[in-house]
Nanobody, 121 residues
Framework: QVQLVESGGGLVQPGGSLRLSCAASTSIQSMRAVNWYRQAPGKEREWVATISTSGDTNYLDSVKGRFTISRDNAKNTAFLQMNNLKPEDTAVYYC???????????????WGQGTQVTVSS
């Protein structure tokens, strides 16, 4: 079965940057809309950003101007560029995407396993 795989997380100082990637574990027909979510310890998962198939984007207010979501359709990969990181950005970041598989004729939603982002001095 296809899985979404996130990468790029790690430890960074306040004001630093990280670039997260999200890709399918195997070849797929297409990646449709992509979302990034995050979950901090003791808190519920929250939506962070969305990019449509055509490239339209939306962001959580607290990350506007700092985070940028993008995609490479040829590689079926999505990214989240995070700049000027703050301690409150510390969380496990999850990729969520709608995929069309070669063996199926419908769109299904998938979640990645998450990647840890820690912002601390």
């Amino acid at each position: 079965q296809v899985q979404l795989v996130e990468s790029g997380g790690g430890l960074v100082q306040p004001g630093g940057s990280l670039r997260l990637s999200c890709a399918a574990s195997t070849s797929i027909q297409s990646m449709r809309a992509v979302n990034w979510y995050r979950q901090a310890p003791g808190k519920e998962r929250e939506w962070v950003a969305t990019i449509s198939t055509s490239g339209d984007t939306n962001y959580l207010d607290s990350v506007k101007g700092r985070f940028t979501i993008s995609r490479d359709n040829a590689k079926n990969t999505a990214f989240l560029q995070m700049n000027n990181l703050k301690p409150e950005d510390t969380a496990v970041y999850y990729c969520n995407a709608y995929l069309i598989l070669f063996a199926e004729t419908y769109i299904r939603n998938y979640w990645g396993q998450g990647t840890q982002v820690t912002v601390s001095s």
